[in-house]
């Protein structure tokens, strides 16, 4: 059981240059979501998704798309990086029972944007 | 929205017993959650309390107020491994209704 799987661990991106962030799960969690962590900031919530094809935003949408077409994957686009877009990314997934979100989180993918 | 408190950092003997404290404020209230998580890894589940009182797992407890907005983590006999951030998350339902404090960093010492 791999869990919550994202590629790629490191990346390093040039500002304007696009990429996507890929996570994937095995646990069939209907509830699968992005977050960021800056130092000092906490996680922060960019975009979620409770199920496929259905996805909303979080916190800090704003530079970032998604789209759910599997219940499996969740992949994160950065359209156009920008230095402020540098952060460790979680893709974190859970049951979509509302009265709980224990989540699992991928190992995570730190992003330099220069 | 919600506002959470934690301390920054807490320092602590191996085989000592501590508390790290969270205070949070919220527009609703559904149950808490605790992660830990090493440096440079990903966050994993502690706990989640939902009433009121101590639930205890292992060397770890947790413990909730939902009166006073209060609650607390507990690590009995502090081992070396230990020294991690421990993050205090209350969740006011929803889908993204999951708010993480910034954490507190501890560190265990011989």
């Known amino acids: 059981n791999a869990g919550v799987t994202q590629t790629p661990k490191f990346q390093v991106l040039k500002t304007g240059q696009s990429m996507t962030l890929q996570c994937a799960q095995d646990?069939?969690?209907?509830?699968m979501s992005w977050y960021r962590q800056d130092p000092g900031m906490g996680l922060r919530l960019i975009h979620y998704?409770?199920?496929?094809?259905?996805?909303d935003q979080g916190e800090v949408p704003n530079g970032y798309n998604v789209s759910r077409s599997t219940t499996e994957d969740f992949p994160l686009r950065l359209l156009s990086a920008a230095p402020s877009q540098t952060s460790v990314y979680f893709c974190?997934?859970?049951?979509?029972?509302?009265?709980?979100?224990?989540?699992?989180f991928g190992s995570g993918t730190r992003l330099t944007v220069v | 929205g919600q506002n959470i408190d934690q301390p920054t950092e807490m320092t602590a003997t191996e085989g000592a017993i501590v508390q790290i404290n969270c205070t949070y404020q919220?527009?609703?209230?559904?149950?808490l959650f605790w992660y830990q998580q090493h440096a440079g890894e990903a966050p994993t589940f502690l706990s989640y309390?939902?009433?009121?009182g101590l639930e205890e797992k292992g060397r770890f407890s947790s413990f909730l107020s939902r009166s006073k907005g209060y609650s607390y983590l507990l690590l009995k006999e502090l081992q070396m491994k230990d020294s991690a951030s421990y993050l205090c998350?209350?969740?006011?339902?929803?889908?993204?209704?999951?708010?993480f404090g910034t954490g507190t960093k501890l560190q265990v010492i011989p």
């Open positions: 974190a997934s859970s049951y979509s029972s509302l009265d709980s979100r224990r989540y699992t």
């Open positions: 646990m069939n969690h209907e509830y």
């Open positions: 998704s409770v199920g496929a094809g259905i996805t």
């Open positions: 919220t527009s609703g209230f559904n149950g």
């Open positions: 309390n939902v009433l009121d």
């Open positions: 998350a209350p969740y006011s339902g929803g889908y993204q209704k999951v708010t």
